[in-house]
C-alpha cells in the first residue's frame, strides 16, 4: 500500500502496471504528516462518517479529512465512499506487507472549529481556515502512534517513509526548504523510533541526481516522465530481485505489444501477432496465475 504526496501515486501506478498486488492512496492525495496519520487511525479504529460529517461546497458533498474524489452530489453516496474506503483499507492493512508513506509538506491548513489539520479545504470558505506550520515533534508524534496502532494489529508490515521532492512553491521557496527539512527529521526520527521503519530516498535523487530543468514538467515542480523512469529504476535495484526484474520485463513486453495500434487488423500478420500475444499470456499467467491482463 502507498498513501501520501505524488510519489504515492507515480510509484504506485507502476507497481499496478507491473501487477503487484498493491493499493495506491486508497483516500486520494495527501500531503501533510497530520493528515495522513489521521486517515491511518480512521482505518485502523473502523470509523464511520456520518451524514453530519460531510458539507457542501459548489455542488459536492465532501469531508475535510478526504480527497474530492470520494465526494458525491448526493451526501449518503459521499458518506458511502469514505465509509467504504474506511473499511477496504482496514481490511488491507491487516494483511498489507509493505505500506509506503510519503510526506509531502508540514505546511497546511487547520479547521478553526475544531483546530484540526484538515487534508483538503475543498474550496470551502477561507475564513473557515488558518494556515498552520506543523513541528517536527507534531508531525513525527501523530505518525508514532498511528505507525504503533498499526504494528499492533500487523506486525509483520514493514514501513517505508518518503519525502515528495514535489516543491510546495506556493507556500514559498524558503518556506518549502523548511518544510522538506522537517520532513526528513521526520522521517529520520521515525526509522531510528522503529525496527521496521525504513528510508527510500527518492527526494535526494530527484535533488542531487536530477538537478537540471529538463527533468520537471513545464510547471518546473513537477517530476517528468525521465525523471519517474530514473527515480523507478532505483526503486526497482532496491527492492526487486533478479526474479521479479525478469518477470517484470516480461509483463511489460506483453503490455507494450497489448498497446500495440495496427495498421490493419484484418491482416494475416495481425491475427498472428494476437495469437502469439496470447500465447505469451496464457504461458505467463500459468506460471504466475494471479496475473491478470
Same mark, same amino acid.
Do not use: W, Y
Given at each position: 500500500m502507498l498513501i501520501g504526496s505524488c510519489f504515492s501515486n507515480n510509484i504506485g501506478s507502476r507497481l499496478q502496471n507491473y501487477k503487484f498486488n498493491s493499493i495506491c492512496n486508497p483516500f486520494g492525495t495527501v500531503f501533510h504528516p497530520v493528515s495522513i496519520s489521521r486517515l491511518i487511525e480512521y482505518a485502523l479504529q473502523l470509523k464511520v462518517v456520518a451524514i453530519e460529517d460531510v #458539507? =457542501? *461546497? #459548489?455542488?459536492?458533498?465532501? /469531508?475535510?479529512?478526504? /480527497?474530492s474524489n470520494l465526494g458525491s452530489v448526493d451526501n449518503q453516496q459521499a458518506? /458511502?465512499?469514505?465509509?467504504l474506503a474506511i473499511a477496504e483499507t482496514h481490511e488491507a492493512l491487516k494483511r498489507v506487507k509493505y505500506l509506503f508513506i510519503t510526506l509531502g509538506t508540514s505546511i497546511g491548513y487547520s479547521l478553526k472549529s475544531t483546530d484540526a489539520i484538515?487534508?483538503?479545504?475543498?474550496?470551502?470558505p477561507s475564513? !473557515?481556515?488558518?494556515?498552520?506550520? *506543523?513541528s517536527i515533534e507534531m508531525c513525527e508524534n501523530a505518525l508514532a502512534n498511528a505507525l504503533s496502532s498499526l504494528f499492533a494489529i500487523n506486525n @509483520?508490515?514493514?514501513?517505508?517513509m518518503t519525502v515528495s521532492p514535489v516543491r510546495h512553491t506556493? @507556500?514559498?521557496?524558503?518556506e518549502n526548504a523548511r518544510s522538506k527539512a522537517k520532513l526528513l527529521s521526520v522521517a529520520e526520527n521515525l526509522q531510528m523510533r522503529f525496527e521496521n521503519v525504513s528510508y527510500f530516498p527518492a527526494y535526494e535523487w530527484m535533488m542531487d541526481d536530477l538537478r537540471d530543468y529538463r527533468f520537471y514538467e513545464k510547471d518546473l515542480i513537477h517530476p517528468n516522465e525521465q525523471a519517474i523512469d530514473y527515480i523507478w529504476e532505483k526503486f526497482e535495484g532496491h527492492y526487486f530481485d533478479g526474479e521479479t526484474n525478469n518477470l517484470n520485463k516480461k509483463i511489460g513486453?506483453?503490455?507494450?505489444? !497489448?498497446? /500495440?495500434?495496427?495498421?490493419?487488423?484484418? *491482416?494475416?500478420e495481425y491475427q498472428d501477432f494476437?495469437?502469439? =500475444?496470447?500465447? #505469451?499470456? *496464457?504461458l505467463l499467467q500459468s506460471a504466475y496465475p494471479w496475473i491478470q491482463f
Open positions: #458539507q =457542501l *461546497s #459548489q455542488g459536492v458533498f465532501v /469531508h475535510c479529512d478526504f /480527497h458518506v /458511502h465512499n469514505i465509509n484538515v487534508a483538503n479545504c475543498h474550496k470551502l475564513e !473557515m481556515f488558518a494556515k498552520a506550520n *506543523s @509483520d508490515v514493514h514501513v517505508i506556493k @507556500d514559498g521557496i524558503i513486453k506483453i503490455i507494450q505489444q !497489448m498497446n /500495440h495500434r495496427p495498421f490493419n487488423v484484418e *491482416s494475416t494476437m495469437k502469439n =500475444l496470447e500465447t #505469451q499470456k *496464457s
